[in-house]
């Protein structure tokens, strides 16, 4: 099964279109990146870590809250300090709220599926899993108290305007539908998208011979 | 237009931007302004329409829910399952009315769900949500 790396997540805020810096990227076999973006109505988000586009990227988007929950698998990543750059073409009130973490054992080839948004019930969603994959769940709230009965893999700043934050959170998978939920006391719960992130693929692949 | 990309997905296995992949589910209007124009109206949400490289959903069944209500009442107003081929359906006979420009905190008249397939055949508008997520995976 897929887990995050020990070394703490890095997390950052920042306002505008783009932001573009240089960030400590963990050694792990690959980045799980995640933000939310609020004023994210028209623009879709893209990011890069060291100019290469991730393996793979989901978002989702939810209307009435105005926000955009990204998410974002990078392979491969060099560690060490690299540009990391996150960013949309468009508004320039935009306001962010971004981080990320190693994750180890995770299927380098394709990273994840299951990709799920439901903006009907926010604070909790269900991811079809595999038996050896991890559910993961990206979540905006609006202020700094969101809490999880999952693991927390990371929690995000609260942006400058005080009203976003990203918090993800995971369960093993079950070869099913994986609930992953949310709780607040005082923050309005916005919008949550998942994936199942698959496990690595056993090494090899060629037939396996029997000796006679 | 006003378009808003309700899912976008990526795929990039060399890392070269130049060879990402890109497929999203969008939904339109059917008023020329842009979502954010700050121009007061009200339109009707139009069409439900993917663009871009199917080999971004990994030839992966998909279904594509616009619902209402909510609770135990949800119900599917339309259904769209994606596999091989794009879609591209009108929503007009929903008669879904969009107010502009939006206010944060007041939700849209409709919800959205995506996700893998489930059960064999496409879901039918009409029936209620808690029905279709019981079904078997496809």
Not at chain 1, 29 to 48: N, R
Not at chain 1, 141 to 160: H, I, K, Q
Request: glycine share 10%; net charge negative.
């Amino acid at each position: 099964m897929p887990s995050f790396v020990a070394a703490a997540a890095v997390t950052y805020t920042f306002d505008g279109e783009t932001n573009s810096a240089s960030r400590t990227i963990p050694a792990a076999a690959a980045v799980f990146f995640a933000c939310t973006l609020w004023h994210g109505t028209s623009p879709t988000i893209a990011a890069t870590i060291a100019a290469a586009a991730p393996t793979e990227s989901y978002q989702g988007f939810e209307a009435g809250q105005d926000v955009r929950n990204y998410l974002a698998v990078f392979v491969g990543a060099p560690s060490g300090a690299q540009t990391v750059f996150v960013g949309t073409s468009d508004f320039s009130v935009d306001s962010w709220s971004c981080g990320f973490r190693g994750v180890d054992g995770i299927d380098t080839v394709d990273p994840f599926d299951g990709q799920v948004t439901d903006t009907a019930s926010p604070d909790s969603i269900s991811v079809t899993t595999t038996a050896d994959g991890l559910a993961v769940g990206v979540q905006c709230g609006s202020n700094p108290d969101l809490g999880t009965s999952d693991t927390e893999v990371l929690e995000g700043p609260v942006d400058s305007n005080g009203a976003t934050m990203v918090a993800v959170a995971s369960a093993p998978g079950t070869g099913g539908a994986v609930s992953l939920d949310w709780t607040t006391v005082t923050s309005l719960i916005q919008l949550a998208i998942a994936v199942n992130l698959r496990h690595a693929a056993a090494a090899g692949g060629g037939p396996m011979f029997r000796g006679s | 237009m006003a378009e808003i990309v309700m899912e976008r997905f990526t795929r990039c296995p060399t890392g070269n931007p130049a060879d990402e992949v890109v497929f999203e589910v969008v939904v339109a209007d059917d008023d020329a302004r842009r979502w954010d124009s700050p121009i007061a109206r009200t339109t009707t949400l139009a069409r439900l329409f993917t663009r871009g490289s199917l080999v971004a959903l990994g030839a992966r069944k998909r279904d594509i829910l616009i619902t209402t209500a909510r609770g135990a009442l949800r119900t599917i107003r339309l259904a769209a399952r994606l596999d091989a081929s794009h879609r591209d359906v009108d929503l007009t006979p929903l008669g879904i009315t969009l107010t502009f420009p939006m206010v944060r905190g007041v939700p849209l008249p409709f919800d959205f769900y995506g996700g893998p397939a489930q059960g064999v055949a496409e879901p039918t508008p009409a029936t209620l949500f808690d029905t279709y997520k019981v079904r078997a995976r496809a």
